[in-house]
């Protein structure tokens, strides 16, 4: 049977790739050597695939159609479709998937209770494509994509999400395959993009997020309501790829590797490392 | 990514404003397209008010009428605007 081998999480903010100059240097540094911290774990594990999970930025999904989860189902992916756009300092490139993998979650969630949106071809974008530029550049691990909707309330809950990635940790466990399997979360901490809070970070919601995450105390993190999440920034509502991983390791502890409130990058730069 | 179109179906409250911009950012030469506009707008169904927001950028009143906080960043860096100057931006026109 395939088994769960690491779980990471990592703000995915493009500013460490592009504009790394309003970043304050200290803390930038750090945020490159958490990069680092979690690229060497990756590798140590030599998962045989991963998930990765991230918001999707009103790229692939609008809202004439806005799923609340959905995933990847092929043997490549592509991104960042920005860089189709302009120059957004990485390559657009294809990346390894793992399509048996992907069906399997698929067909049992079909039959379990989660019901994806299933993508047979994905440009991803800056949520997945910057961290695997940090974490797998050259594309050595299988990646096989999830979104959840943090863009378009109403967002799924906490609870859901929670749920959900203690489902896909059932699912994994039951999954008759000789394999080794990771998850990296990717997204948050507390930032806004486009409103007039942007600029601002909960440093304090930051530090409470974190101090539950690591402590393994997800319940509490799918006890947080929408509300709550949303009075932190705009886009924070990242932070449910967190409390999935976090429900897939349910009651685990994980290691801070580095928390930043990046001024410049007006986001609360975070990084997890669950072994 | 369609063209501009004027028979869009009909949706929520908030949907043509949101698949104006969408539409508009998706295509290849939505820099040149904002040069004008009126002329690009002029192909949805939108409110005055909605119109009228998004030809004077006013970010927070284009926020308040719905469109999504990531395209109404995405419209703001569409015309050139520093990313850092986002929140000076959002509060002169508050």
């Known amino acids: 049977m395939a088994q769960l081998c690491l779980g990471l999480a990592t703000s995915h903010l493009s500013h460490i790739i592009n504009a790394r100059d309003l970043g304050d240097p200290k803390q930038v540094a750090a945020f490159d050597a958490g990069y680092r911290r979690l690229a060497g774990a990756l590798a140590d594990a030599a998962p045989d695939v991963s998930l990765i999970i991230s918001a999707d930025h009103v790229n692939k999904f609008f809202i004439d159609n806005m799923p609340a989860f959905g995933i990847g189902m092929f043997d490549a992916f592509s991104g960042p479709v920005e860089a189709r756009r302009r120059d957004v300092g990485i390559p657009y490139r294809q990346v390894p998937s793992h399509l048996g993998f992907a069906r399997y979650l698929v067909e049992c969630g079909l039959d379990q209770g989660v019901d994806w949106a299933v993508a047979e071809s994905w440009e991803v974008d800056h949520g997945f494509m910057v961290p695997l530029s940090k974490l797998d550049p050259d594309g050595h691990y299988p990646m096989v994509p999830i979104s959840i909707n943090c863009a378009s309330p109403p967002l799924p809950s906490p609870r859901r999400c929670y749920a959900v990635g203690r489902w896909l940790a059932d699912a994994i466990g039951r999954w008759d395959a000789d394999k080794r399997v990771a998850i990296i979360a990717t997204g948050g901490l507390s930032h806004s993009v486009g409103t007039t809070q942007q600029g601002w970070i909960d440093v304090d919601f930051d530090h409470r997020f974190l101090d539950d995450f690591c402590a393994g105390r997800g319940e509490a993190l799918a006890a947080l309501s929408d509300v709550e999440i949303r009075a932190t920034g705009s886009a924070s509502g990242e932070v449910r790829s967190w409390i999935m991983l976090a429900g897939a390791f349910t009651g685990r502890k994980a290691e801070r590797v580095m928390y930043e409130p990046i001024r410049g990058f007006h986001t609360g730069c975070g990084q997890c490392l669950i072994q | ?94």
């Open chain 2, 1 to 94: 990514m369609s063209s501009p179109s004027p028979d869009l179906p009909p949706g929520s409250p908030r949907y043509a404003i949101n698949r104006a911009i969408i539409d508009l950012t998706r295509q290849p030469n939505a820099r040149q397209l904002i040069t004008n506009k009126a002329d690009f707008f002029a192909g949805y169904s939108l409110s005055a008010e909605e119109r009228q927001a998004l030809l004077d950028m006013d970010w927070k009143r284009l926020l308040d009428l719905g469109l999504l906080p990531n395209l109404v960043y995405r419209y703001y860096l569409l015309h050139g605007l520093a990313p850092e100057l986002f929140p000076t931006a959002i509060a002169a026109k508050g």
